[in-house]
């Protein structure tokens, strides 16, 4: 199986997992809710500080569908975005889509291994991020886990094939240069033989008595 087709393996069987996950987390927060005692309205009044509301997962699928391979211009300029984003205003939503940009596979400038540093110091920090959200964080970084894992082990074979065809080619050139020898040789052994040959026969003529051929 060639590596493109590999990694458009790798992303179907991720989406789909990642599908499955979100829609439990999604019936296990709607069977809380239906569950639960309705509270009254909070009289607190919002203020300016508060914690922003977690982003839909449905966006972050979205993000993933435009950084899907087919479109480099589209690609780019969604990084472009979602790191202007992330760096001007850090929310974790923010930060977590630049992840997702970042280490989608499919374009030139995909890093899993930064988007996996990335996501880690989400999770490991403050942030304002959902359960779904904190589901999505955590199956993307299984994912760039794999990927990483599947680059590292693509790169040693690769090194491994240099290696043999280096020393396919050392051999080559070993016999290469052994035949050669040897023809030479041969060609040398055969030139002196033919000189004898003809100093034998020229012996012969000189001892023969006039006359006779």
Do not use: W
Request: hydrophobic content about 40%.
């Amino acid at each position: 199986m060639s590596f493109p087709l590999q990694v458009f393996v790798f992303r179907i069987f991720f989406i789909s997992g990642l599908t499955i996950i979100l829609t439990a987390c999604a019936g296990l927060g709607t069977s809380d809710k239906a569950g639960s005692v309705p509270s009254k309205p909070s009289s607190k009044p919002s203020s300016a500080t508060e914690a922003p509301n977690p982003a839909s997962i449905a966006s972050y699928l979205e993000l993933l569908d435009r950084m899907a391979p087919g479109d480099s211009l589209r690609q780019l300029s969604e990084l472009a975005a979602t790191q202007a984003s992330a760096q001007q205003n850090p929310t974790s939503a923010n930060r977590l889509r630049y992840a997702i940009a970042l280490g989608a596979a499919g374009h030139s400038l995909s890093n899993p291994v930064e988007a996996r540093r990335q996501i880690t110091e989400l999770l490991a920090g403050q942030n304002e991020m959902s359960p779904q959200e904190v589901s999505l964080a955590n199956a993307l970084l299984r994912e760039f886990d794999a990927r990483v894992a599947l680059y590292a082990d693509l790169a040693r074979q690769r090194e491994e094939s240099d290696h043999r065809l280096q020393a396919l080619d050392a051999e080559s050139d070993r016999r290469y240069n052994a035949l050669t020898a040897e023809t030479l040789r041969l060609k040398k052994a055969l030139a002196e033989a033919e000189r004898k040959l003809e100093a034998v026969a020229e012996m012969e003529r000189s001892l023969a008595p006039e006359g006779q051929p």
